[in-house]
């Protein structure tokens, strides 16, 4: 009995050293996120761009989100800032180009912001 009971109690404390807790970060729900409206105002005029704008804030705090639970190592947390800092200049320049930003270009940066969020989402590699 004695026995049994020292391979269930061992068998539970690995599993839980194996499990991870899980990070329910708003990005991680994709159909949301490219759901999502930014508020026009400000130096915002265009929707389409208030929507990237948004979920670049959204992609930003999950960063800081998961950095802390050290999901992310700092090096990568600040290469992902880097590619979203990038993507608002890229907007910015365009908006003041051409005035607005197209329908393509708001689906490049979705997909440029849903590679961001598998990054920060996966699963932490053992």
Known sequence: MRVLFAVLLAT????????EPVLDLPS??????????????????DAWRAHISMR???L?????????????TQ?????LFERIE?????????????????AAERASYD???????QQICQRPKR
């Not at 539970?12 to 499990?19: E, G, K, R, W």
């Not at 930003?60 to 992310?72: E, F, H, P, V």
């Not at 997909?111 to 969020?117: C, L, P, Q, Y």
């Open 86 to 102: 990038k993507v608002r200049a890229d907007i910015a320049g365009f908006v003041k180009q051409q005035g607005f930003l197209s």
């Open 111 to 117: 997909r440029e912001f849903d590679a961001i969020a």
């Open 12 to 19: 539970l404390s690995l599993n839980a050293l194996a499990s």
């Open 75 to 79: 090096p990568t947390a600040d290469h």
């Open 56 to 58: 670049a804030n959204v």
């Open 28 to 45: 991680c729900d994709l159909a949301v996120q490219r759901g999502l409206k930014g508020e026009v105002g400000g130096q915002i005029s």
């Open 60 to 72: 930003q705090s999950d960063i800081g989100t998961a950095r802390k639970a050290r999901r992310l």
